[in-house]
């Protein structure tokens, strides 16, 4: 049986595309928000280090968003009853996404510290 492989940029750019259409605007994590954390290092630092890690961090941040909304979406698909493993692996995707933040905290943290 013959299946036909779809390009690696093709599945990118469509999974880019579902979690943009997925997500809000102002959602917790959305491209605006890197655009936004730049700008935003660029009035507290002038080192440009800095800069790409504050950056780096949040697009690592969107990254484990976009990991977590497949996890939902796949248990969601798989029942929507009550099932404690379910929940479970909702709440662990979703507290990876949360901690992912605090490395953006802590560089913001140093950084105002030694200015």
Known sequence: MYSKKIPTYISVYNGICHFLRE???FSTVHPIWI??????????????????????FQLYSMLFEMINSSIEQTNDRIGMEFNIHTKRAKEMSGAVTALSRIPILLIIF???KNK
């Open 23 to 25: 997500k809000k605007l």
């Open 110 to 112: 140093h950084i105002l």
């Open 35 to 56: 655009v936004f954390i730049y700008y935003l290092s660029g009035l507290i630092t002038d080192n440009y280090i800095e800069r790409v890690l504050l950056t780096l």
